[in-house]
Every structure is written in structure tokens, then in C-alpha cells.
């Protein structure tokens, strides 16, 4: 399936290319935005069984600078990072400290709907009341950077097409709502899904 969202905060875009697996989907997408600066980021996930991040490669782009990333999370549960740095753009270092992520089972895409997702549908929050207190590396968009980041989802309430959960990231919360496969349909203050639509 093809998900397109548009920033309800800035201008920014997102397009990107979902292929299901057992337990879990790899995804292709490109997110377009100005903010920081002019920046053009290509990614490309997979999952492991259970929706738990398996790799993440990205490619960040804008006027005169490229960065490339990988985030990598092993078998046995530990991280491993690499970033590559080409020209001069006023962002910090693509940095990470692996040993940081500690627990973590999955990467949070800076300003993407997409990574939401996963940590949803392992906890059947889509569908069921619950809550979910999780630790996600959270990957700084168009830098690169990788941080630990405590964050919560808790089921509110279902909907004739899918459902509301309310994310929270210190004194940050936000109530999404999804559809019936546990897709971000709208995240106020960041962005609303235009393809397809919510009355698909």
C-alpha cells in the first residue's frame, strides 16, 4: 500500500511504500521538507517478526550536503550505527550511542507518521484498550542523529473506521488517529494523511 502524508505544522511532505510481512512490513518512502533547512530524506525499513525494528537506512540531501545513515538492531537485542558525511550543512553530527538505546525494540523517525505504527500493532493498541510505556531511538530528521526516547501509547477509544491513541513524549502528547490496520490517518500539530483517505 502507498500512505502519503502532508505536515500540518510546516511544509512537509511524505510518501511512502508499505510491503506486509508475516508480523511485521518493510517500507521505501521519502519525506520532503524546509525546516531546518531545504532538506530531501530517502529511507528504507524493515521489521522483524513482532514489528520490531530490524534495520533503517537513510539518506539525507539538501544544497551542497549528504548524509547517510544506518541503524541496525541485532538478534540479541544491541544496536550498531554507522553515518557517512558529505559537504557542509548547519546541522548537528549524525552521532548515536548505542549503548544508550538500551531495551529499545524500534526506531521513531523524526517527523514521520510511518514509525508510530509499529509499536501499535505489537501492543494490539489499535484494537483493544491498553498502554505502553517504551523506549524508541528516536532518529533526528535531517541530521541523522539517533537518541533514546521514553515514550507512551494508550488506547482511548475506537471509531467506526479504526481507532484514537494518545502518544506522549514528556510533556508532549498528541491524540492520533488511525485506521483499521493501525496506520496514522491524523497527528494533530504534525501531520494528515492524504492517500488514501480516511474513508477508504
Not at 514528556?170 to 492524504?194: N, S
Amino acid at each position: 500500500m502507498q500512505l502519503v502524508w502532508a505536515g500540518t505544522d510546516d511544509w512537509r511532505a511524505e510518501s511512502v511504500l508499505v510491503t506486509p510481512a508475516d508480523d511485521g512490513f518493510a517500507a521505501t518512502g521519502v519525506q520532503l521538507g524546509i525546516a531546518p533547512l531545504p532538506y530531501r530524506l530517502d529511507y528504507r525499513l524493515t521489521t522483524a517478526a513482532g514489528w520490531m525494528t530490524r534495520s533503517v537506512e537513510l539518506s539525507a540531501s539538501g544544497m551542497g550536503w549528504q548524509r547517510t545513515a544506518q541503524l541496525t538492531r541485532g538478534e540479541d537485542g544491541g544496536w550498531t550505527f554507522r553515518a557517512e558525511v558529505d559537504g557542509a550543512a548547519e546541522l548537528p553530527e549524525p552521532a548515536c550511542d548505542p549503548e544508550a538505546l538500551g531495551d529499545a525494540l524500534d526506531c521513531d523517525l523524526g517527523f514521520s507518521p510511518l514509525t508510530n505504527t509499529m509499536p501499535v500493532l505489537r501492543e494490539a493498541l489499535h484494537r483493544e484498550p491498553g498502554t505502553a510505556l517504551l523506549t524508541m531511538a528516536w532518529i533526528s530528521v535531517p541530521d541523522l542523529a539517533v537518541h533514546a526516547s521514553r515514550q507512551g501509547y494508550e488506547h482511548l477509544w475506537t471509531t467506526g473506521t479504526g481507532s484514537v491513541v494518545r502518544f506522549s513524549s514528556g510533556a508532549f502528547t498528541a491524540d492520533l488517529t488511525l485506521d483499521g490496520d493501525g496506520f496514522v490517518v491524523d497527528y494533530p500539530g504534525l501531520a494528515r494523511r492524504v492517500h488514501p483517505g480516511a474513508d477508504r
